[in-house]
């Protein structure tokens, strides 16, 4: 995208610059509004908004058999998860979830919007009062990543971030047993 | 009679009162439109102050320099003023003074009403100001979401000083839409028909009509959220049937067309200037016009792509992704159209043409980093973080800040009659541009590393110091080159050299003036027949001056005329009030209906009401005439009725654009009880409307007998009987309505306990207030009729009340609908 | 006014049927609406032809003013309003085509 952007950009300014040197006698209304105007944007828009609708579409959290599902409330100004796996498992500011296996992590809020976003793990989703939405993630390899809150919340929100742990197989199943806090 | 003389006879009925007393009566665009800009400059001031202190913040991690507390602040006040008080009060200003003198005319449609609008922008921005002062400014970010705005986690005045200042300078804003539309459907030169418009018209008209329909979405969310702070009425809470995604969707219904208010006047400015730096006349004038149209249309349906993150189905988000990625093409279009104009012509490098090679540069790569964002998946990363803090910088400061610096310089020889001198502005481009490339380029680099917005601070770890710093160099080097150009430009007010008329050479009308502009513009209105007049026919301006145009004569009142809205054919005769302090104290008295609400001082809020109330009456009242006025001529043999006699008058035209503006309002309560109904949690409530088929019957039957009654007193008063009789029936008609609407707000179930009840209340206000109004105005109408200031000839009045009237059959049979009907279904 | 509006009606009959045709897939997602007509789903169904109503609409709102009858007498605005009833046909081809490409209801 940066390189198709920085292409059409030098053709802007081309085009500029030669209006300096350059005089068409002609008015020609037909090269530069239908052609350049109309058509060329047209086209470039056309490509990029397939683009946006496949991976788009790519993105969408469908069923599937493996997908574990957590849940993410947010409140001013932390995170508490709790484990479909586990009955009334609970962790604060800290998400613990398998490596290599897609998650659900159904997000919302006890007070005002917030948003779950762990950068290398997906994009963001607003923690909304009242409704719970879902966002797929998932950690190719064990470790541990950075999350934060993206949506304004007042007096602490310079703080509010949390962390996800992704597990291998052998410690997701300790940590479903109990024995990784 | 000699050009001086009709020009000292003509200043003597125009001119406003002397010294600085006269600022207060004043109602002439050119002073207004000034006042304005000066006013929108000042806060654009306040706002750069407001945004060196965030780059102060922000240069070093760990800056102790503000707490999160005051940051807050900060960055809310900065977007709020600059959006509110310097953007739309700079095109208000710009189009106030350039319009009458761009059409040929002499005002706009109402000289008074710019007069209010202006206080009212004055008298708001004043009270976010003082906010501000005392460290209690609003601090939930400009786009105020609640919860977080709400009662419970913001329980300071902090947001109140937002929604009720805010609201009360919107009331600017629609007035001067109203206006401006009016005036560019209206008052025109003769023969200026739709297709020799100066292209700037048309630009503010398709601006105005989005003013018109943008703003009240969000007057309706700050009225809701600030009944919902000061009463309780649940509408953005989730637990009692409200939902905050409601906000989210009217603020955005607004905040993306503003967008647009914002740059089509920049556009407008750039149409106009840039084929006169380049001597030639504008490429696809037609295509332009179509594509400004289409802009406008496309910027609504928008809105959901500020909401990408907020869990809203996968299909509802590509609608709006497509809608997104497709307004690029007028804008392509329109930047085309400007290269094909510059091929066309001979671009020369003068200042206002670098301003607009700078627009080029940075708009170009806002358009682009636009697109980027419209695309869903790259938002999700995207999405605020200091990435779109810079997009949005390069669209508004590239797409606002230097096609208007480009005007200003164009411009400033006819505010003052003078040409540049000193030559800074040349070195204040440079630092301007260079500067902000260097602010935003890193902000934008820096928001792909993640860093989110509004935070105050960071970590050195994070790896973002570097970064910051060179930003916050690029943003002082910015204030710099501002601070050049207030310089210069009080320079050249003071001590420059006076310049010849038409410095630049260019076509349109308002250079065929004397500069700085005389208090009537024109001695005598120009008949055009193209669209460049002044390129046509070089002696213009002597010649309008000596009287060989329209209205010559000099007349003791303030005349011009108005043209039929296609043709440009005249129409009819209008005389225009004189200087009045009314505006000022009408305005007043309305800030303190807004300020009584603000430091909940709730019993001086109907003594302002009736103050209100009052002071319009007068104001309509002065207009009024005892005798009939035979037809006038304005020269050439041509003969007018004047507006009293007309079915169509000004204020006929007024109220049909403020009805549109208010029926937007209506219309985004209506779309808010239907989301509610259907997407809010919490939802059905515990107890329904109960439904009365009396109440509704004598509320939808009273609607029907006002709307009749009011044509029929029109047919009585065209045919000199007396039209008493029926005023009094729809006098009738319209108390039944406001009882029908009146025993709806008291029988609405429990409002503070569930949205459905509160937003049942909110509508039978609603559906009251314009009964009242309603009937205010056919009492005022049978006040006129008894003290003998109607006759046949004089029954302009009666077709602006059948208007009211009708809208407000219709819209108090929707609400009474919308109860009853919800009640029996349940 | 009449000519305002000839340059007016074929986007503001867009930003309508848009706004129409989001507020059907929140009811059909809010409300549970399923079934299926001719092995196709009833969700699907309903948006392809309102999908298909707006094109409808826009493609006569074209022919209506590129006919003599109902086109402006100024050339003006003849060539302003055609321009307009073209963007209202393509922004509603456009925007709309996820109705047919894209998943509903998740």
């Known amino acids: 995208m940066l390189v198709g952007a920085s292409v059409i950009f030098g053709f802007v300014m081309v085009l500029l610059v030669l209006a300096f040197r350059k005089h068409d006698d002609a008015p020609r209304e037909r090269l530069w509004i239908v052609k350049l105007g109309l058509v060329f944007p047209i086209a470039v828009l056309l490509a990029l908004l397939a683009y946006g609708l496949f991976v788009g579409e790519r993105l969408l959290p469908r069923q599937g058999a493996d997908v574990v599902s957590v849940k993410a409330e947010g409140r001013m100004w932390a995170w508490r998860f709790s484990y479909a796996d586990v009955e009334g498992r609970t962790t604060q500011g800290v998400l613990h979830i398998p490596a290599g296996v897609p998650v659900d992590v159904a997000v919302t809020s006890v007070d005002v919007v917030h948003s779950f976003w762990v950068p290398r793990l997906a994009g963001k989703l607003d923690a909304i009062p009242g409704h719970v939405n879902v966002l797929r993630i998932e950690a190719d390899e064990p470790g541990t990543y950075h999350g934060r809150s993206a949506e304004f919340s007042g007096e602490g929100y310079d703080q509010f971030a949390f962390t996800v742990v992704a597990h291998d197989d052998a410690e997701w199943r300790s940590f479903l047993a109990g024995e990784i806090e | 009679m000699k050009a001086l003389e009709r020009h000292r006879r003509m200043t003597e009925t125009w001119a406003s009162d ?23 400059f000042f806060f654009f001031l306040v706002g750069g102050i407001l945004a060196m202190l965030i780059r102060a913040q922000l ?10 507390e005051i940051y807050n602040q900060l960055f809310t006040m900065h977007g709020t003023i600059m959006m509110f008080l310097f953007a739309i009060p700079t095109f208000e200003g710009l189009a106030v003074y350039l319009l009458p003198k761009m059409l040929g005319t002499r005002d706009l449609a109402f000289p008074r009403l710019t007069a209010y609008g202006y206080w009212c922008y004055v008298f708001g921005g004043s009270m976010l100001l003082f906010s501000m002062l005392f460290g209690i400014a609003p601090d939930g970010g400009w786009f105020m979401y609640p919860p977080l705005t709400g009662p419970l986690y913001s329980p300071g005045i902090n947001t109140d000083f937002w929604l009720i200042g805010i609201t009360f300078v919107e009331i600017s804003a629609i007035a001067a839409a109203a206006e401006i539309t009016v005036s560019i459907l209206k008052y025109r030169a003769p023969g200026m028909s739709l297709d020799k418009m100066p292209i700037f018209a048309w630009y503010a008209l398709v601006t105005a009509l989005m003013i018109l329909t943008g703003f009240p979405p969000l007057i309706l969310g700050s009225v809701l959220l ?24 009217l603020f955005w219904l607004f905040g993306h067309p503003e967008v647009y208010i914002i740059f089509l006047p920049a556009a407008g400015v750039i149409s106009t200037v840039l084929p006169v730096m380049c001597r030639t006349t504008l490429l696809g004038y037609g295509w332009i016009v179509a594509a400004a149209v289409a802009l406008a249309f496309l910027s609504f349906g928008l809105w959901v792509h500020h909401m990408f993150t907020t869990g809203i189905p996968h299909m509802g988000l ?37 301003h607009i090679l700078g627009f080029f540069i940075t708009f170009v790569i806002g358009g682009l980093t636009g697109v980027m964002v419209a695309v869903v998946p790259f938002d999700w990363q995207a999405h605020d973080t200091a990435f779109v803090t810079a997009h949005l910088h390069y669209v508004l400061f590239g797409g606002f800040v230097f096609p208007i610096l480009a005007g200003l310089y164009y411009w400033l020889p006819h505010f003052t009659g003078r040409l540049r001198f000193f030559r800074l502005g040349e070195l204040a481009f440079v630092l301007i541009f260079v500067g902000f490339h260097v602010t935003f380029l890193a902000m934008h680099w820096v928001g792909l590393l993640g860093q989110r917005r509004r935070i105050s601070t960071y970590q050195p770890e994070d790896g973002w110091t570097v970064i910051n710093l060179i930003s916050s160099i690029g943003g002082f080097v910015v ?21 010849a008329r038409n410095p630049w050479g260019a076509g349109s009308l308002e250079w065929a003036m004397l500069t700085p502009a005389p208090a009537y513009n024109f001695a005598s209105l120009p008949h055009v027949t193209s669209r460049n007049p002044l390129a046509d026919n070089p002696d213009l301006a002597v010649e309008l001056a000596q009287g060989k145009g329209y209205l010559a004569a000099p007349s003791r009142w303030r005349e011009t005329l108005t043209v039929e809205v296609a043709s440009g054919k005249p129409d009819y005769h209008v005389i225009y009030p004189g200087n009045t302090r009314l505006p000022i104290v009408m305005s007043a008295v309305t800030g303190i209906f807004f300020l009584s609400l603000l430091v909940k001082f709730y019993w001086t809020v109907p003594v302002a009401v009736i103050g209100v109330a009052v002071l319009a009456w007068r104001w309509v009242w002065e207009l009024g005439r005892k005798d009939d006025l035979p037809a006038q001529s304005i020269g050439h043999d041509v003969e007018l009725p004047n507006t009293v006699a007309v079915d169509h008058a000004p204020g006929w035209w007024g109220s049909l654009f ?40 004598l ?22 009987r007396s039209p008493l009789p029926m005023l009094g029936v729809a006098f009738a008609g319209t108390l039944a309505v406001a009882a029908a609407c009146g025993l709806l707000m008291l029988r609405t179930p429990a409002p503070a306990e569930h949205a459905y009840g509160a937003t049942l209340l909110v509508m039978g206000g609603y559906g009251l207030f314009h009964a009242a109004l309603v009937s205010l105005m056919v009492v005022f109408l049978i006040a006129r009729v008894s003290r003998g200031f109607t006759s046949p000839v004089r029954r302009a009045e009666f077709p602006i009340v059948v208007l009211w009237t009708d809208y407000l059959a219709l819209v108090g049979a929707f609400t009474l609908l919308a109860a009853h009907l919800t009640g029996y279904l349940a | 006014m009449t000519d305002i509006l000839r340059i007016l009606i074929s986007p503001l009959v867009w930003l309508a049927s848009f706004s129409a045709v989001y507020g059907l897939h929140g009811l059909i997602c809010g409300h549970g609406i399923e079934g299926d007509v001719l092995g196709f789903p009833l969700q699907r169904v309903l948006m392809v032809a309102a999908y298909a109503a707006a094109i409808l609409l826009q493609v006569m709102l074209v022919a209506g003013l590129s006919a003599q009858r109902f086109s402006s007498p100024s050339a003006f605005v003849r060539f302003v309003s055609r321009v307009t009833a073209w963007v209202g046909l393509v922004a509603t081809v456009w925007s709309l085509l996820p109705v047919v490409t894209t998943t509903y209801c998740l």
Do not use: C, Y
């Open chain 2, 479 to 499: 204030a710099l080159g501002i601070g050049i150009v207030i310089i210069e430009v009080i320079l050249h007010a003071v001590a420059a050299r006076r310049s």
């Open chain 2, 699 to 720: 509320g939808i039957l009273g609607g029907l007998v006002a709307v009749v009654a009011m044509r029929l007193a029109l047919r009585a008063n065209d045919r000199a």
């Open chain 2, 318 to 354: 590509a609608f709006f992704s497509a809608a997104s990625t497709l307004v690029a093409v007028p804008t392509g279009v329109q930047i085309f159209a400007w290269i094909g104009t510059m091929w066309k012509g001979r671009p020369d490098l003068r200042l206002p043409m670098l």
């Open chain 2, 658 to 697: 403020l009805l549109t503006a208010n029926a937007t309002f209506f219309g985004s309560l209506i779309f808010g009880f239907a989301f509610l109904w259907t997407v809010a949690p919490g939802w059905p409530p515990p107890v329904w409307f109960e439904p009365s088929a009396i109440e509704l019957g």
């Open chain 2, 226 to 249: 600030e009944v919902e702070r000061a009463f309780g009425l649940p509408f953005f809470q989730a637990e009692l049937g409200g939902d905050s995604l409601l906000w989210q969707h």
């Open chain 2, 59 to 68: 240069a070093t991690p760990h800056s102790a320099f503000a707490g999160p």
């Open chain 2, 18 to 40: 002397p010294g600085f007393k006269g600022w207060f009566s004043t109602v002439s665009h050119t002073d207004l439109g000034r006042m304005f800009l000066v006013t929108a």
